[in-house]
């Protein structure tokens, strides 16, 4: 017999909530996933009373866990009192941002908060690649970010890392080189590893640059990937 969580009924609550405040963003990354942008607040994103009115019902329900993605987060005025309400309730937080708003003051009420995990978006090694594919982005301030919650003993998760493998490795030696942990998961969609499409003619196109595509019969170069 299974035991009880084994299905959807046995929870009189979700488990896990992801929440975007807003569409807006200060950057405008050529791979967002969510369109966001500076011009792409949604017209009917929630004000401060209604976002802490489905605050508190998060913590009335007893959802276990709240991720919190972009538009960018900390960019919301109201953000800190929705951290406090669940934070108060017993609610763990996940936040991703691009760092840009965390401070000396906010890293401090971020370490308070006990804050699950904190995912800063670093694209590459250097401010060049990293400001290249993430237009209007500072790769000086999300560095900067990552080493004020890293002197606080967060848990910072480093997201996307678009630069030669190299270079990457190199980047996560200097981590190690000044004592932090660190894990690496690399994730990939089967099909991104083994080139398995089924369509007779497939157009790949570049997520660091739309311009590029490649137009291919996969089954033809599918050997040679």
Known sequence: MQGRGASVGDYRAPLFLAWQL???CGARCLHCCEESGPE???SDEMDRAQALNLTRQIVDLGIAYVAFGGGEP???PHVWEIFDT???GGVEIKIETNGLHIDEA?????KALQVAAIQISLDGSTAALHEKVR???SFDGAFAALKRLSRRGLVVVLSDLLDDPAEV???LRHFRYRGH???VFHLLDPRERDLDFRRQETRFVSLENPEQSLTTQPWHIQQDY
């Not at 906010?106 to 971020?110: G, K, M, N, T, V």
């Open 106 to 110: 906010a890293a401090d009420r971020l």
């Open 40 to 42: 792409k607040r949604w």
């Open 181 to 183: 942990e660190v894990v």
């Open 22 to 24: 807003t569409n807006h």
């Open 74 to 76: 900390l960019g919301v």
């Open 86 to 88: 669940l934070h108060k």
């Open 169 to 171: 490795l190199s980047g």
């Open 135 to 137: 237009p209007q982005g």
